[in-house]
């Protein structure tokens, strides 16, 4: 379908163009969201609860999480710090969740057996909270 130059300019200047007339993108598919990239953090709230780190952490955002033995979770995702020891992004905080002792030997934080898909998804709620 070829169209007059004006109306072809007039649209695109108006990002509406006839179905058919843009093609060639369709076999790129779109980036998945972004939690399939970064966890999920409803399922990550779940976890915490499953996990019991209510009982040591306050988490907002978490029933019966309000624990006083660790520091309190709040605006987690704004720190600057996981533990005193690593920058706050997401594969520390995998990295932490998931074997706290390899980060700080002797460290009061247990090791839960927080398996890699779970740790991404607590990670994801716990950076949620900013």
């Not at 520091?71 to 706050?88: D, V």
Request: aromatic fraction near 6%; hydrophobic fraction near 35%; glycine fraction near 12%.
């Amino acid at each position: 379908m070829k169209l007059p130059r004006r109306l072809w300019a007039f649209g695109a200047a108006l990002g509406v163009l006839p179905a058919g007339v843009v093609t060639g993108c369709s076999s790129v598919s779109p980036p998945p969201p972004p939690q399939s990239q970064q966890g999920l953090p409803d399922r990550g709230a779940e976890l915490i609860s499953r996990y019991g780190c209510g009982s040591c952490h306050t988490i907002p955002g978490v029933n019966r999480a309000d624990g006083l033995v660790g520091p309190p979770l709040t605006r987690f995702g704004a720190r600057s710090y996981i533990a005193g020891e690593l920058p706050n992004n997401a594969d520390n905080l995998r990295r932490w969740i998931s074997d706290p002792q390899s980060v700080e030997p002797g460290t009061a934080m247990p090791n839960l057996g927080v398996d890699a898909i779970d740790a991404q998804d607590i990670a994801a709620y716990l950076q949620s909270l900013d």
